[in-house]
């Protein structure tokens, strides 16, 4: 059975002590086996304090973020590129004091529309920075993941093949490929010809519905996601995310452009995610 994750933005806003101790209790009594903090706005709490939590709690922890354009690997300006490794390395520090192992996320580049293309540089920027990012996560016994996004947030990786040949260039054991749905939704041609693409190198996911809220109150085709991931036997874990403009991370809600009021209770919210998102594990090897 995969571990099932929940994004710490269905809780709180922030990550001061109080709303970390409140995201870890609500995770764990919800019944979910991972948080997953997003570092977008830093890690405000003592990230010791809160891994003595999450460890009580008997949780695992996963970290995931965005660059920004002042510090973004993708960029062709040698100091803008720097302190965007510099981000990434921070952060896995941050993972590794958290008692984590994964750090994922648009690790390539500045979350946002893109006003133009990638250039060669700037990829061959973003492949010299992640190899050395991969090494120092490798010493701290993280792993660092690559998630697909869509066209209006990164113009690094929009779809499986393109993460595919980054992660090839960048070469590295401990860097691996993550999925979302919602941003799958966008730009593949279905959810289960990319699954099987990425096949082993698969090392995270994200279910959203197509809008972002209640599992099942939009249009993706959870079943034949589900299926797939049983077709390349992915244990990994597989995190619920879901935003809604009720509660706000200020600068990672204007990045995913989260305008709507999709719900109001997260308790609501997250315990239906997971009883669904138990089902389609539970169903998908049978069907
Ligand atoms: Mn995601």
Known sequence: MNDLGIHALVWAGDTSQPSVERIIQSTKATGYDLVEFSLHDGFQADPLAAATSISAAGLKVACSRGLSPHADVSSEDSKVVQKGLDLIVSSIDTTAALGGQTLTGALYGAFGKASSSLTTKGRANIVASLKEAAQVAESAGVRLGLEVCNRYETNVINTAA??????????????????????????????????????????????????????????????????????????????????????????????????????????????????????????????
């Open 162 to 287: 393109d993460a595919l040949l980054l992660a090839d260039d960048i070469g590295a054991d401990n860097v691996f490929i993550h999925l979302d749905a919602y941003h799958m939704n966008i730009e593949e041609t279905d959810l289960s010809r990319p699954v099987h693409l990425v096949g082993d190198r698969l090392g995270y996911v994200h279910i959203g519905e197509n809008h972002r809220g209640y599992l099942g109150s939009g249009h993706i085709d959870f079943a034949s996601f589900f299926r797939a991931l049983a077709d390349i036997n992915y244990t990994g874990p597989i995190t619920f995310e879901s935003f809604s403009s009720a509660v706000v991370m200020r600068s990672l809600s204007n990045d995913l452009a989260i305008w709507r009021n999709l719900w109001e209770d997260g308790q609501a919210l997250a315990s239906h995610a997971l009883s669904t998102m138990r089902n389609f594990v539970e169903a998908a090897p049978a069907t």
